[in-house]
């Protein structure tokens, strides 16, 4: 079974924090993806990485970065959360020729 | 560029109904599609996917969808739906192509199902 494993089912911090969410996963896949899920506004991609140190922007990259050290882990980064950034965020996995696969999400609040 | 439009975004169906969950996209090459499912407080699981095979594709949980080109559409149905059937629903589309193959979803149809 595939495995993509959130750090944290739920997180709450305050505005101005730099904020870590954590996504590892056990399938030796080169792209993993961040996303945030809005009601309403469905998924929306953040940034996605397709190899150790490789990124790209998505569609709503900004206030957020990334980082790839291990293939395994791929990390989101809020450098200075803001409320606007409260949302459940979800990290996804694919191999070749595979569908993405999902983690069970992080919902983050910022107070 | 790429998009996708769900219907509806709540449905509600009684116990033992028909299931349609209508997804029409838009794609400049030809799509792949998927549908994801969202139970509470979990992460999306797929139910199927369609990459230029069968037209008529069929998943887990017997829900199957039609892929029909002429109408850029690609409903989600279930002949019977169950209480546990509950849940959204996401309609996604890809183009295939590298740069991780990236998904564009649908805003979600949130799924009722009453006794």
């Known amino acids: 079974d595939v495995k993509v494993t959130q750090s944290s089912r739920y997180l709450v911090k305050r505005t101005g924090e730099k904020v870590f969410l954590e996504c590892v996963q056990d399938m030796d896949h080169e792209n993993m993806f961040w996303y945030r899920q809005d009601p309403g506004l469905g998924l929306r991609l953040i940034y996605f990485s397709y190899d150790v140190k490789m990124k790209e922007k998505g569609d709503i990259p900004e206030g957020y970065s990334v980082s790839r050290e291990k293939k395994e882990r791929f990390s989101l980064i809020l450098e200075s959360a803001s409320t606007n950034q409260t949302s459940m965020y979800l990290c996804a996995i694919r191999g070749a020729n595979q569908p993405q696969h999902f983690g069970d999400g992080t919902r983050l609040s910022i107070l | 560029a790429q998009s996708v439009t769900q219907l509806g975004s709540h449905v509600s169906v009684s116990e033992g109904a028909l299931v349609l969950l209508r997804c029409n996209y838009s794609s400049s090459v030809p799509p792949y599609l998927f549908w994801y499912v969202q139970y509470p407080n979990q992460g999306l699981q797929l139910l199927l996917k369609?990459?230029?095979?069968?037209?008529l594709v069929k998943g887990i949980n017997g829900f199957e969808a039609e892929f029909k080109k002429s109408e850029t559409s690609f409903h989600l149905t279930k002949p019977s739906a169950h209480m546990s059937d509950a849940a959204e629903y996401f309609c996604a589309v890809s183009d295939g192509t590298g740069g991780g193959n990236k998904l564009t979803f649908g805003t979600g149809t949130q799924l009722k199902v009453e006794l």
């Open positions: 369609y990459t230029s095979a069968a037209t």
